[in-house]
């Protein structure tokens, strides 16, 4: 996905930028919806970090907002000048925002299930001591 042939621009081609209708306002929110998501990842990850336990997870999504962010700076850029390097820079940064979300999902997953596990065997075991209790 190298070349990107479906959308008929010569590589490294330098041109005015060509008005893209409905699918450039479209485009335009994305991008501002991008720099808006990236921003408070970064804040979240900071406010986060203010603990040290959290700075486990804020560090990360620091990583992961500054790499949205700079995805939306590519993807302004292949708007304004239709430069297809801009674009393949675009989606390999976003795509690194993805996967931190995505390593990020799984570890808070495997998390829960660690804190539900232990809370089932905490309320067994005081259950059990309730009933050695009662048995006096």
Same mark, same amino acid.
């Given at each position: 996905? !190298? ?5 008929? =621009? ?6 005015? %930028?060509? %008005?893209?209708? +409905?699918?450039?306002? =479209? ?8 720099? @808006?998501?990236? *921003?408070?990842? $970064? =804040? ?6 203010l603990s040290i336990i959290g700075a486990v997870i #804020? $560090? %990360? *999504? $620091?990583? /992961? #907002? ?6 939306? !700076? !590519?993807?302004? $850029?292949?708007? &304004?000048? &239709?430069?297809?390097? /801009?674009?393949?820079? +675009? @989606? !390999? ?24 596990? @232990?809370?089932?065997? @905490?309320?067994?075991? /005081?259950?059990? &001591?309730? &009933?050695?209790?009662? +048995?006096?």
């Amino acid at each position: 996905m !190298e070349n990107f042939n479906g959308i008929q =621009i010569d590589e490294g081609e330098m041109s005015s %930028p060509k %008005p893209l209708g +409905a699918f450039g306002f =479209i485009f335009s929110k994305m991008v501002s919806d991008m720099k @808006f998501v990236g *921003l408070f990842t $970064i =804040i979240y990850g900071a406010l986060s970090c203010l603990s040290i336990i959290g700075a486990v997870i #804020g $560090i %990360p *999504l $620091i990583i /992961a #907002g500054l790499r949205l962010r700079e995805a939306a !700076e !590519e993807y302004t $850029i292949f708007q &304004s000048i &239709s430069d297809n390097n /801009a674009l393949k820079r +675009a @989606f !390999e940064k976003q795509q690194k925002y993805f996967n931190i979300l995505k390593i990020l999902i799984i570890v808070g997953l495997a998390l829960l299930v660690l804190y539900i596990i @232990f809370f089932i065997m @905490f309320g067994l075991f /005081a259950f059990s &001591s309730i &009933s050695d209790y009662n +048995a006096y």
